[in-house]
């Protein structure tokens, strides 16, 4: 695709959310047709019927996709003009503690009790502390052990359930060119050996927990990707895991190129999509970022996908230069 007239607004303009919205719906108009614009930034009819009436606000998702088929050289700074826009988050304000009961005092007007017992002939000491909230007895001693009991076994649970996830947690992402807090997560990175034209520098991704999950993925270079040369990010599956099916399936330790990605100056992107299969969870999942030749980028996809992902024997055929991987367990 063309990049737009110089007359077009571009992300330096944007200043308000308007100014995004109308940012993005200068580049829809490089097609006039609903269906063709949902078809070449994998947007819903919907969701581009909607921005281009200006009646939705605009996703970091639904700006990087646009940006990426109308405008890619624009992608980073668009993703900035986005996080300018949003409105600043409103720290949350503790609650304030209620304040203590005090000593339970006489009712105004009513008699005080003296030595010689209550009305009724029940005695009652002045100044002995009256429980108004709950009440006392065996029965409903016994309850609240109980309920003490189950509520130490439930926290105990919660305990364990966070010592068993991922032992690696994730740091938080900062703001920069190519990486934003919307992927929520720092991938930790392991160098590859070998001469480099460039380095990978940062990687993140966010990862949605639904069955199957879902996966979005943004990395960082040292300079932009020499001429002749791609970005592919391959996806294995480690075989020492397996998968929460009924049968335990392990990975096949084959490997998967990522669709659609996307890359401008030193940034790489994969837009949210499909991973794994229902029940997928379990799974520890390499994701190796490699230089491939252009020459390679559209068969590479269409090999994987005839021989059910690539070997390690496989990939010596697309001469590809390995920068470095990432781990994470869905």
Known sequence: MSEPPDDRPTPASVRTEDDLRGYVRSLMEARTNVRAVAAETGLSKTTVNELRMGRRRVSLDALTKVVGA??????????????RVQPPRTPRTPP??????????????????????????VGKERGAPTNRWLPIGLWPRVLYAVTGVLAVVALADGVRALAERDPAPARPVADGPCLTPAQ???????????????????????????DPPRLEI???????????????????????????????????????????????GECVYVPQNQIGYPGFAGIRLRYTVVLLPARFADSIGPDARAGDGL?????????????GYFEFRV
Not at 70 to 76: L, N
Not at 108 to 115: N, R, S
């Open 311 to 323: 070997s390690e024997q496989d990939l010596a055929r697309y001469s590809m230069t390995p920068l």
């Open 70 to 83: 109308y405008a890619p050289a624009q992608v980073s700074d668009a993703r900035q003009a986005w996080h």
């Open 218 to 264: 943004a990395a960082q270079l040292s300079g932009a990707i020499p001429a002749g040369l791609t970005v592919q990010i391959l996806e294995r599956a480690d075989p020492a895991t397996v998968d929460s099916t009924d049968q335990h399936h392990p990975g096949n330790g084959r490997y998967y190129p990522r669709p659609a990605i996307r890359s401008a």
């Open 96 to 121: 304030v503690p209620a304040p203590a009961l005090p000593e339970e005092l006489p009712t105004a007007g009513a008699p005080e009790a003296t030595g010689g017992g209550a009305p009724g002939g």
């Open 184 to 210: 929520g997560s720092r991938a930790r990175l392991t160098a590859l050996p070998g001469a480099k034209p460039v380095a990978l520098t940062a990687a993140a991704y966010h990862l949605q927990r639904t």
